[in-house]
């Protein structure tokens, strides 16, 4: 790989392309492991780290520049945003076209892929309640529609992305290459794993409504009464910090670490029993998979989580805990309980786990490493 080099002139160097529409930290981390390729982003997330951007060729760029650079390159595979993510349909719909029109004038094709865990409906009236709204969400649909006819491999990261899709844009073009492998880790590299842990509750992530975090507040006080010896870390940022530190205050079982660094995460998960993510309901959002689950199996975790996940079904049927009823704090006491009571072995949860990443398994067949 090229040193990292966040450049707005030059075109991308390598002849494998990712066209994302945000960086995030965690996109740094797998693309060091991941097929080479440059990265051509419109923004960074809240959570970037630079420090990880080392060795890596990453092109920022808006839709227009980001078509114009990709169409000068030597690109030979594309991986692009999944088509229902709509924020990223404009710069992948521009893009395609500038490699349609660069294909007619050169005759020099490009395979265009994408890994899709999409598992949320974005056209439904729920999410447009104006006018003008329904008629962007339809225009969306259409753009959708062009990207996935466009698409020649695609891989499934969960069944309920494929049953989304399929009810939603209908079979992919004839010619495509459709697998599926689900987004599931391998063991972390540093997971002690062992048997069964001291009852260690962990939630990792955003500290914001979606992520159940204000259920999870109403919901422990419940569990401490049930199980006194239960603790419960909070890893986190996000708006309901100040409730997370008053939970704390009220609960001298609960503990706060505001925005911690990635190493000390890992550590909190490998000495955790349970993995909380509580995923809510709403019109506009849908926990495709959820970074802390992947994590949390990774260091052996049992998780506790909702039916909003993609990995639901996975996690129901390898002996963790799933609900379908995820605005209930009882319902959440109550499933905690069972996890910790589960006491499950660190070694039992990954003994389930693949040899290799879902990810990187997913990257070998869209960039045709795998049969």
């Known amino acids: 790989m090229t040193v990292a080099r966040p450049s707005r002139g030059a075109a991308p160097r390598l002849p494998a392309v990712r066209l994302y529409e945000s960086l995030r930290t965690a996109h740094l981390e ?26 890596l060729d990453l092109v920022p760029a808006g839709p227009v520049r980001a078509a ?61 309640p104006r006018l003008r709204t329904r008629l962007r969400r339809r225009g969306e649909r259409v753009l959708a529609r ?31 290459s459709v697998a599926s492998v689900p ?13 069964v ?31 006194p010896q239960a603790t419960l870390t909070l890893l986190g940022k996000g708006a309901l910090e100040q409730e997370a530190r008053a939970l704390s205050v009220a609960e001298p079982s609960v503990a706060v670490e505001v925005d911690p660094s990635r190493p000390r995460i890992h550590s909190v998960l490998d ?30 975790c049992t998780v506790v989580t909702t039916t909003e996940t993609g990995l639901a079904d996975w996690l129901d049927a390898h002996g963790h805990v799933v609900a379908s009823d995820p605005r209930s704090p009882q319902v959440l006491a109550d499933a905690i309980v069972a996890a910790l009571d589960a006491s499950r072995a660190a070694d039992d949860v990954l003994a389930d786990l693949p040899d290799r990443d879902g990810r990187l398994a997913a990257d070998d067949r869209l960039f045709g490493r795998a049969s």
């Open 146 to 176: 062009a990207v996935w006819r466009r698409l020649d491999r695609v891989v499934f990261g969960t069944e309920a992305a494929r049953e989304t899709y399929t009810r939603l844009l209908g079979s992919p073009s004839p010619r495509a």
């Open 271 to 300: 000495e955790a029993r349970v993995l909380v993510l509580w995923s809510q309901p709403s019109p506009t959002w849908r926990e495709q998979v959820g970074l802390p689950i992947v994590e949390g199996l990774s260091h052996g």
């Open 68 to 128: 114009w650079l990709i169409a000068r390159s030597d690109v030979e595979t594309l991986e692009v945003n999944e088509p229902l993510m709509t924020s990223s349909l404009p710069a992948t719909v521009l893009v395609l076209t500038a490699l349609a029109l660069r294909r007619r004038i050169t005759g020099r094709p490009t395979a265009v892929v994408s890994y899709l865990i999409g598992n949320a409906d974005p056209f439904t009236s729920a999410t447009a």
């Open 197 to 227: 842990r001291p009852p260690a509750v962990a939630f990792v992530g955003s500290f914001v409504e979606r992520k159940g975090l204000r259920v999870l507040a109403a919901a422990w006080p419940l569990v401490v009464a049930a199980r």
């Open 183 to 195: 987004a599931l880790p391998t063991r972390h590299q540093d997971a002690r794993g062992g048997g």
């Open 30 to 55: 797998r693309a060091h492991e991941l097929a080479p390729a440059s990265i051509v982003y419109r923004v960074t997330r809240y959570d970037f780290d630079a420090s990880l951007a080392e060795g």
